[in-house]
């Protein structure tokens, strides 16, 4: 499940008294709208404007995982920093589709589409109730994805120090295609529990600050999806 949003959050958030106005579809909407926007702008620029770019995207990355770490905690800081986190994944992502796009042209388009696809079928999926967030669901999401974030921490670090890696994670083999599109698949299952819980925030009203941080914590997931999308077609393309 997204890291920053789980069931408990906009229950615990309902007595924090930081606002009398409560939480809405619209407002949610509207926020997501804005940071889209932002983070857009920041793509442009990293996509414009790589050499520039390029110094600062590992410690962009770095302020940009320390601040999703704080508004995790500090939800009522979202509406602050969510817009400034919105903006270094634009530049991050800005600049790795362009890496992508130069060794397969066409890609990023591909990508976006693709990414958009799934959002708009796994919203309507979550609507209609052909897949449905029970239980089981939850807790199968939440550990397969638990379980994929532990496996790239490790590949991560093997490389820091020098060792291969896991090859499947990068490789454009049969195994490694398999291995994409499970996450990929992973990846649409959180906009499931993304929806039920933002669903179940409005219906409990939870304050006003919180549409930003659902917003936000739907960016995360949407991000993510859109970078194993762009993975994907990477290999497939190889």
């Given amino acids: 499940m997204n890291p920053v949003l789980n069931d408990k959050t906009f229950r615990s958030s309902t007595s924090s008294g930081f ?6 579809k619209n407002g949610v909407i509207n926020k997501s709208i804005f940071l889209w926007a932002i983070l857009a702008l920041g793509a442009y620029i990293g996509w414009t404007n790589p050499n520039t770019v390029a110094p600062f995207m ?7 995982l320390v ?7 500090k939800r009522h800081l979202s509406p602050f920093i969510s817009p400034i986190y919105a903006f270094l994944e634009g530049l991050f992502m800005g600049a ?38 029970t239980r089981k669901f939850y807790a199968i999401v939440i550990v397969s994805t638990l379980a994929v974030a ?27 295609i398999l291995f994409s599109i499970g996450v990929v698949l992973l990846a649409a299952f959180n ?3 993304d929806f039920d819980v933002i669903q179940k925030g409005i219906e409990i009203g939870a304050p006003k600050y919180m549409e930003w941080y659902g917003a936000f914590a739907l960016m995360v997931t949407i991000i993510w999806l859109y970078i ?11």
């Fill in 19 to 24: 606002s009398t106005e409560v939480m809405t």
């Fill in 228 to 238: 194993e999308i762009l993975r994907l077609l990477g290999k497939l393309r190889r």
């Fill in 96 to 133: 790795i589709t362009l890496f992508f796009e130069k060794d397969y042209p066409g890609i990023a388009v591909n990508a976006v589409f693709l990414t958009i696809s799934v959002l708009f079928c796994m919203l309507a999926a979550f609507k209609g109730g052909i897949i449905k967030p």
């Fill in 150 to 176: 532990l496996l790239y921490l490790v590949d991560i670090i093997i490389m820091a120090f020098g060792g291969m890696g896991f090859p499947f994670i990068s490789n454009s083999g049969t195994v490694g």
């Fill in 191 to 193: 906009l499931i529990l």
């Fill in 67 to 73: 601040l999703a770490m704080i508004i995790s905690f």
């Fill in 58 to 64: 590992i410690p962009a990355i770095l302020v940009a």
